[in-house]
């Protein structure tokens, strides 16, 4: 997506309302390369990526998003293999795959040849 449509009664509710600067950026930058990814907000297998991937993929170090802290923005999955990130919008990401779907299906109506008649073949004895 190119887009984050965020739901803003969720941005006020307590796990921001609290929450540190650096909390919130490592928050915005999580969620944003989920939407990038339309991954669902979960980064599947970023446990075991370097400390370079991490700057290169996310903007942020492996170390900003380590910590856990009590407000809960974003989640390590047992045994560290995965981030769940709270607050991505999946109901956003879903209508904009179903979006592409039904303009994938237009285009290709709109753009379908009408009553064009099949080439025919010559062969090399008709030459």
């Known amino acids: ?10 941005l006020r509710d307590d796990r ?3 929450a540190s600067t650096e ?3 490592v928050w915005l ?3 944003a390369y989920c939407a990038a990814m339309e991954n669902g907000g979960s980064i599947v297998g970023c446990g075991s990526w370097t400390e370079q991937q ?5 903007g942020i170090s492996k170390e ?3 910590f856990q802290r009590e407000r ?3 989640e390590w999955n047992p045994p560290h293999t995965s981030i769940w990130v709270y607050g991505y919008p999946t109901e956003q990401e879903t209508r904009m795959k ?10 290709r109506k709109r753009w379908k040849p009408k009553n064009v008649l099949p080439i025919q073949q010559k062969s090399a004895g008709d030459l």
């Open 1 to 10: 997506m190119n887009w984050l449509n965020t739901f803003l009664p969720q």
């Open 16 to 18: 921001f309302s609290g």
């Open 23 to 25: 909390e919130l950026g």
């Open 29 to 31: 930058r999580l969620v």
């Open 54 to 58: 991490w700057p290169v993929a996310i």
């Open 64 to 66: 900003a998003v380590q």
């Open 72 to 74: 809960g923005l974003w």
């Open 98 to 107: 179903a979006m592409r779907v039904g303009g994938k299906r237009g285009a």
